[in-house]
């Protein structure tokens, strides 16, 4: 109804390939995510907060595929996009969600420390901004946890996730 290249359109694909993502489908997810980011480059250009959005959509699904690496160059560029969109407010709930992001891609490749660094400070922050029980706020706290295993960390996995509560309604 819309036609191919309205904004709204993007809107209902990222929502799409959110649900596939959640269902645990992540090569629909990821194909809707590539789709949404596509259209969004074309229309908005290359550096818009929106698309800095659909960067960090498909960052973090690539990031639970284990494709770190191509993850985390995607998560630093969208980055890039949300400091020069909030220079101001260097604690936005975007940018602190996708520095998130970023700390689980390191974790994925073995920088743990730095990984550790990143998530223990971006998850307060969530908290905080988005609600103990949004969904931004438990990834964040997910991804602790995830890098606690990976790193062979069980006691402070276990603490991290008795902290991990049912999602609330979307933030």
């Not at 730095?114 to 438990?138: D, H, Q, V, W």
Request: proline share 5%.
């Amino acid at each position: 109804m819309l036609g191919d290249e309205h904004p709204d359109l993007v809107i209902s694909i990222s929502n799409l390939g959110g649900l596939f993502e959640r269902m645990e489908n992540y090569d629909a997810a990821e194909q809707c995510y590539r789709e949404a980011l596509a259209i969004s480059r074309e229309l908005l250009g290359n550096e818009h907060p929106n698309v800095a959005i659909g960067m960090n959509d498909l960052a973090n699904l690539l990031e639970k595929k284990g494709h770190y690496s191509a993850a985390e160059a995607l998560i630093r560029d969208a980055l890039e996009i949300l400091r020069m969109t909030f220079p101001r407010n260097p604690n936005h709930w975007r940018i602190i969600n996708a520095e998130s992001v970023l700390g689980a891609c390191l974790s994925g490749l073995g920088h743990h420390a730095e990984a550790e660094t990143i998530l223990l400070r971006t998850y307060p922050i969530l908290k905080k901004e988005k609600g103990a029980r949004s969904f931004y706020a438990n990834d964040a706290l997910q991804r602790i946890v995830d890098l606690y295993e990976a790193w062979d960390r069980p006691q402070e996995a276990a603490i991290y996730r008795g902290l991990l509560v049912a999602p609330g309604p979307p933030a």
